[in-house]
Each structure stands twice: as C-alpha cells, then as structure tokens.
C-alpha cells in the first residue's frame, strides 16, 4: 500500500545477477529519474557481461504508472 510502483520477478532469480542488476538500477535511477529507463540501461550493462544471459534479467517487470 502507498507505493506507485513496483520491479517484480516472474520466477526465482540468483542473488549475483539480481544484486548486480538492482546495484545498476538504483545508479542509473539518479541519473536518469525515470524507472522504466533506468531499468532497460541497467539490463543493457548487465548484458555487456558475457556471463549473464536472458534467465538473468527477463523474470522483471515493472508494474505501475
């Protein structure tokens, strides 16, 4: 209650990718202030990393206005 949005997974994830994934989120979310872009550049650099692959950043979504 009170909140205007939320990131959820559709599946369980692994906490490496995830915590690497929100650590990127939140840094770009200062820069950019807009959450639906912040979190396709922080899934954008999680992919520059070969080791991370769809399983890792797909189960997010984005849910609110």
């Not at 599946?11 to 490496?16: A, Y």
């Not at 992919?47 to 997010?60: C, D, G, I, K």
Request: some cysteine; hydrophobic content about 40%; charged content about 25%.
């Amino acid at each position: 209650s009170g909140t205007r949005r939320i990131i959820a997974s559709l599946w369980n994830v692994l906490d490496d990718s995830t915590s690497k994934l929100f650590m990127s989120f939140y840094e770009e979310r200062e820069i950019i202030c807009d959450d639906r872009k912040a979190l396709r550049s922080s899934i954008l650099k999680l992919l520059e990393n070969s080791n991370f692959y769809v399983y890792h950043w797909a189960p997010f979504q984005l849910y609110g206005d």
